[in-house]
């Protein structure tokens, strides 16, 4: 399973997007790239998933370059609710278990 | 929104007491997942579970742990015989299919004394 690095800790104002960046330099051919938001207490909540270019939804963008080793989330205009660690996590959908596999994540702090 | 239901929502018990946590997955789910966090650490994998049988446990999931869809509706983990190093927040999770993300429950708070 590929490898993620991402910012421990990052802090932002509302109403300000935010982007936060995931190193995957090992990421596999038939790997794709997924972000999860936790709040305290709480179980991950699915954000967005994608495997190259970008991917929009409702909640967030997703980037990611055409050599596949990074990625970028982005959260645009954030509130005080958007705090939260957020998880960058790479696999295979297809791996029969389909575990994640979660680091330590990052700790987003909004403030007013 | 479908949610995954979990109970108890906390539960406390004595060291070598048999525990069991309970799951109600999504109805048209297929797949099936224990997590645990302990307090201040990372989110954990200990097993996934499809088509009624587990497909793959992590190093934590040992003899003391099980799993279990009894009706098709629940999904149960229990612990034999708890150790005070249990203690964490255990989340159940499913999913459709391969290509969708998880939905995780609210998780049970395991308090072993």
């Known amino acids: 399973l590929a490898k993620t690095t991402q910012p421990i800790s990052m802090d932002s104002y509302e109403g300000q997007e935010v982007n936060i960046t995931c190193s995957h330099n090992?990421?596999?051919?038939?790997?794709?790239i997924t972000w999860y938001q936790q709040f305290p207490s709480q179980g991950p909540r699915f954000i967005i998933q994608?495997?190259?270019t970008k991917v929009t939804n409702e909640v967030a963008s997703l980037f990611i370059p055409a050599d596949r080793k990074s990625s970028t989330l982005s959260l645009p205009r954030v509130s005080l609710s958007d705090t939260a660690v957020y998880y960058c996590?790479?696999?295979?959908?297809?791996?029969?278990?389909?575990?994640?596999?979660f680091g330590q994540g990052t700790e987003l702090s909004v403030k007013p | 929104e479908p949610e995954v239901t979990q109970t108890p929502s906390h539960q406390v018990t004595q060291m070598g007491q048999e525990v069991i946590l309970r799951c109600v997955p999504i109805?048209?789910?297929?797949?099936f997942y224990w997590y645990r966090q302990i307090l201040g650490q990372k989110v954990e994998f200990l097993v996934s579970?499809?088509?009624?049988?587990?497909?793959?446990k992590s190093e934590i999931f040992d003899d003391q742990f099980s799993v279990e869809r009894p009706d098709g509706s629940n999904f149960t983990l229990k612990i034999r015989s708890t150790k005070l190093e249990d203690s964490a927040m255990y989340f159940c999770?499913?999913?459709?299919?391969?290509?969708?993300?998880?939905?995780f429950g609210s998780g049970t708070r395991l308090t072993v004394v």
């Open positions: 999770a499913s999913r459709t299919g391969v290509f969708y993300g998880y939905t």
């Open positions: 090992n990421i596999a051919t038939n790997d794709y």
């Open positions: 994608g495997y190259k």
């Open positions: 996590l790479v696999g295979d959908p297809y791996n029969q278990g389909g575990k994640l596999i």
């Open positions: 109805s048209n789910h297929l797949y």
């Open positions: 579970f499809y088509n009624n049988e587990i497909s793959e």
